[in-house]
């Protein structure tokens, strides 16, 4: 039998209004790690963190006995793509982004980012929020129709050999850049899996519930 290693859960500060849904894309063997004011999500997620990240320039350092970075107010990198670095160093593959996505639309974007930047190191990432889960398109991907719409979405340089089966509007060798995006509220068809390819580039695949 092979032993799934374990997924690593990034809590960032923003907005989480649905605790319930974000409960639910938890796994009770989950590493989960706070950034900041990410910390005042335990409760409503139901979690204790086993690393603690963050300045505490918005949040107090709770002192709590938990393995905690402090780090300075003054940086490049802010405090959860600090935790996503630790996190790859100490050997994660597997990355939950919950908190990442609303309220400050530069920290928002940010945020996005970082699925690029685990992309990159072959390494598998959700972004959730209370509508969506996010992750990237960058070679095949499946939606299958417990998803009422999903989106791609260009924030990075031209994504070319788009196919799209399985879905309301298909796609064949098409192209999205970043000044067009026009891949957006496609449906996976009732009974059907929507079947993503992306032949060079890379997309956000947004996948509404």
């Known amino acids: 039998m092979i032993r799934r290693k374990k997924r690593c859960v990034i809590v960032g500060g923003a907005p989480i209004g ?12 989950d590493d989960v ?3 900041d004011s990410g910390l005042r999500h335990r409760a409503g997620l139901g979690v204790e963190p086993t690393l603690i990240v963050g300045d505490f320039d918005s949040y107090e350092n709770p002192h709590a006995g938990i393995e905690t970075i402090v780090l300075p107010r003054e940086k490049d990198d802010t405090d ?5 670095k630790e996190a790859v160093k100490r050997g994660y593959d597997d990355f939950l982004l919950l908190g990442v996505i609303g309220g400050r639309l530069d920290h928002t974007l940010a945020n996005l980012s970082i699925l690029y930047y685990l992309d990159t190191l ?3 990432a959700t972004a959730a929020d209370d509508y969506s889960e996010i992750e990237v398109a960058s070679s ?16 990075s340089g031209e994504a070319e050999g788009i196919t799209i089966t399985g879905a309301k509007f298909p796609l064949e060798n098409g192209s999205v850049t970043c000044d067009y995006q026009y891949a957006v509220s496609n449906e996976p068809l009732k009974g059907q ?10 997309l956000l695949l947004i996948k509404d519930i």
Not at 80 to 84: D, E, I, K, L
Not at 193 to 202: F, L, M, S, W, Y
Request: hydrophobic share 35%; proline share 0%; net charge negative.
């Open 18 to 29: 649905d605790y319930e849904r974000a409960r639910a894309l938890l796994r009770a063997d």
């Open 80 to 84: 959860t793509f600090y935790a996503v």
């Open 122 to 124: 072959g390494k598998s």
């Open 140 to 155: 095949y991907v499946e939606v299958d129709d417990s998803y009422s719409y999903f989106s791609l979405l260009n924030l």
């Open 33 to 35: 790690i706070c950034c």
């Open 193 to 202: 899996t929507a079947q993503i390819t992306v032949e060079r580039g890379r």
